[in-house]
């Protein structure tokens, strides 16, 4: 048996939530496009997310450690790929529409430069006077306009709520970006989901990969009420086994703890809200999802930890201030001198009549760690083939 793209949709009518975004029910694409037969609008903006030059780059793009710093840490990619399973996980519980919270998931740090936080501070100082510069907004330039895969159209052509869902993640408000979007709205839930699921992802797993680093130990973690849960239940299930399974066992609860909790609470929300349409989420006033006052408490515990112990360790500090000088000599090699870059880029500036400095932010934030320290050697190494 066959199911069409009729069937999926009807199927979506039946069996989501009242709360929930139907695919039938998008605003659309910026440009018209036939539907597909057999995937909802939804499961095609995953599906060109996943198959975009973007997305791949992100498995060499850094989370916390740089990418030569070791094979077993997380990336980009494998952040994103945590978050969006945690993310369809949370989605299935509530009812909601998995495609779209995937799709947004999956978009969530696609404008995210090299060398993680670091270089998106480096590049927010240097175009200060160009008119900054945010990952979230650059998620959405890059589904929009950086891409460049159909004949018809600049960018991706995502649906409008994928494509707000992407500039709408986190403190939207102030974000001229999202003004396109209705700032005053929040975004569907699906998208709201998607900022507390990235969260539980990267706090999972930085515990994980800060262990394994040897930057955190059990005793740093174990002054956060929520790992000494975890890790107390993980070892009590595995007497007898070795560290790095009590380790893995304790990451499960944790995630599962956090994801539980969000779940529990979102529903409490919407009840409280009276949130029986994707109109009365969006015009809610504040976002529907979230942890509970409890989990929050445990979370703040957690974050300090983290920022202490990990963020701010010193090799961690090292890592970004040889990511800052990397980035900021590349801003002004190429600034000073645009045809050091390629022609391809060159032409944006040149033909197209695009402002160089976005041009140049563009052709950096699309970088992976791993391009960007080659050609960083290409530019100021003098013994570097060019």
């Known amino acids: ?35 597909h037969l057999l995937r909802t609008a939804f499961q095609r903006d995953r599906d060109r997310i996943i198959h975009s030059a973007a997305f791949r780059r992100l498995e060499y793009k850094t989370q916390v450690f740089v ?8 990336t980009r990619l494998t952040h994103t790929l945590e978050a969006a399973q945690v993310t369809r996980t949370i989605a299935r519980a509530l009812g909601l529409n998995e495609d779209l919270a995937e799709a947004v998931a999956l978009a969530h740090d696609l404008g995210h430069p090299p060398f993680g936080h670091a270089g998106e501070r480096a590049l927010q100082r240097l175009m200060e006077p160009y008119g900054g510069f945010d990952h979230n907004a650059q998620g959405l330039r890059t589904v929009d306009w950086i891409e460049v895969r159909y004949p018809d159209f600049r960018g991706l052509n995502l649906t409008f ?18 003004a396109e979007f209705d700032p005053v709205l929040y975004p569907c839930l699906e998208a709201q989901l998607v900022d507390f699921a990235d969260e539980i992802a990267y706090l999972a797993h ?24 975890a890790a107390d239940a993980a070892r009590a299930a595995c007497v007898g086994a070795d560290a790095k399974t009590v380790r893995y066992q304790t990451v499960i609860r944790l995630i599962d703890a956090m994801a539980s909790d969000l779940v529990h609470h979102t529903d409490r929300e919407l009840d409280k809200a009276g949130a029986g349409s994707v109109g009365a989420v969006r015009h809610a006033g504040r976002s529907l ?37 990397v980035i900021e000599q590349l801003f002004q090699a ?26 140049v932010a563009d052709y950096i934030a699309g970088m992976t760690d791993r391009f960007a320290l080659q050609e960083y050697s290409k530019l100021f190494d003098p013994y570097e083939r060019v």
């Open 1 to 35: 048996m066959i199911r069409a793209r009729a069937e999926l949709e009807e199927l979506e009518t039946q069996t989501l939530a009242p709360y929930a975004m139907r695919s039938a029910q998008s605003r659309g694409r910026r440009v018209a496009e036939p539907e």
């Open 67 to 74: 990418n030569h710093e070791g094979d077993y840490y997380r």
């Open 161 to 178: 709520e994928v494509r707000e869902g992407i500039v709408k993640h986190s403190n939207f408000k102030e974000r001229p970006a999202a």
């Open 206 to 229: 930085d515990v994980d990969d800060g262990v394994t680093a040897g930057m955190l130990t059990d005793a740093d973690l174990s002054q956060s009420r929520l790992f000494a849960e």
């Open 289 to 325: 999802a979230g942890f509970s006052p409890a989990m929050d408490a445990m979370l703040d515990e957690m974050r300090a930890i983290m920022r202490e112990r990990l963020y701010r360790h010193y090799r961690v500090s090292r890592m970004a201030a040889k990511a800052a000088r």
């Open 334 to 359: 190429y600034m000073s001198d645009p045809e050091q870059m390629p022609g391809h880029v060159l032409a944006r500036v040149r033909r197209d009549g695009e402002e160089q400095a976005r041009v």
